[in-house]
């Protein structure tokens, strides 16, 4: 089952993003250039509306992988890196 992400929940440090990465930054340009919504809609007749678990959000999996190509790391790395 995939449920798209009402809420933005962001952390009570989030407005030291724009103090710390600088506005050149290449993750964020891809960020700000990019609407991630289409890999909903691509995976809408992928997954059931009724059955089974919630899945993990994919946009968040799919930057991952993003993630993973552009600095060509591990999935560990990855996920260690983005927390």
Do not use: H, W
């Not at 962001?10 to 250039?33: G, M, T």
């Not at 289409?38 to 959000?57: D, M, N, P």
């Amino acid at each position: 089952m995939i449920v798209q992400q009402q809420v933005l929940q962001l952390s009570e440090y989030s407005s030291l993003y724009d103090l710390i990465v600088p506005k050149e930054n290449l993750l964020r340009k891809i960020n700000d250039l990019i609407d991630f919504n289409f890999i909903y809609e691509e995976l809408q007749t992928k997954y059931s509306q009724t059955q089974g678990r919630v899945a993990e959000c994919p946009i968040k999996l799919f930057k991952y992988l993003l993630l993973k190509v552009i600095y060509t790391i591990s999935d560990v790395d990855v996920v260690e890196r983005s927390r």
